[in-house]
C-alpha cells in the first residue's frame, strides 16, 4: 500500500505563486510515475503534469510555461511550483502515483485563486 501525502495549497491571489508538494511512503518498489491532476467543482479531473522515473515530464496546454513539475527521488517526493496563477486554475489538486501498475491517490489539497 503506498500513501501519498499532499501540503502546500491555500489561498492566493491571481498572479500568484504557490507551491505543492506530494510525499509518497510505503512502497517497496519504484515509482514508475507521478503527477498532479485537478478538479474543479462540477468539472471531471484532469490532468495537470506528470513526471516518470526517468525524468520525462508531461504537462497540460493549460498550465505550461506556468507550472513546473519536479522530484526528489531520494524523498520520494513530487512538487508542482505553480506561477502567473488564475482564478481559473481554482480546484482541488490530486497527487497520482504509479507503482508495478497499481494506481494510488492523494487525499487532495485545495488551491484557490482569487481575482
Known amino acids: 500500500q503506498v500513501l501519498l501525502v499532499e501540503s502546500g495549497g491555500g489561498l492566493v491571489q491571481a498572479g500568484g505563486s504557490l507551491r505543492l508538494s506530494c510525499a509518497a511512503s510505503?512502497?517497496?518498489?519504484?515509482?514508475?510515475?507521478m503527477g498532479w491532476y485537478r478538479q474543479a467543482p462540477g468539472k471531471q479531473r484532469e490532468l495537470v503534469a506528470t513526471?516518470?522515473?526517468?525524468?520525462?515530464?508531461n504537462y497540460a496546454d493549460s498550465v505550461k510555461g506556468r507550472f513546473t513539475i519536479s522530484k526528489e527521488n531520494t524523498k520520494n517526493t513530487v512538487y508542482l511550483q505553480m506561477h502567473s496563477l488564475k482564478p481559473e486554475d481554482t480546484a482541488v489538486y490530486y497527487c497520482?502515483?504509479?507503482?508495478?501498475?497499481?494506481?494510488?491517490w492523494g487525499q487532495g489539497t485545495q488551491v484557490t485563486v482569487s481575482s
Open positions: 513526471i516518470t522515473g526517468g525524468g520525462r515530464t
Open positions: 510505503g512502497s517497496r518498489f519504484s515509482i514508475n510515475l
Open positions: 497520482k502515483a504509479i507503482v508495478v501498475g497499481l494506481v494510488y
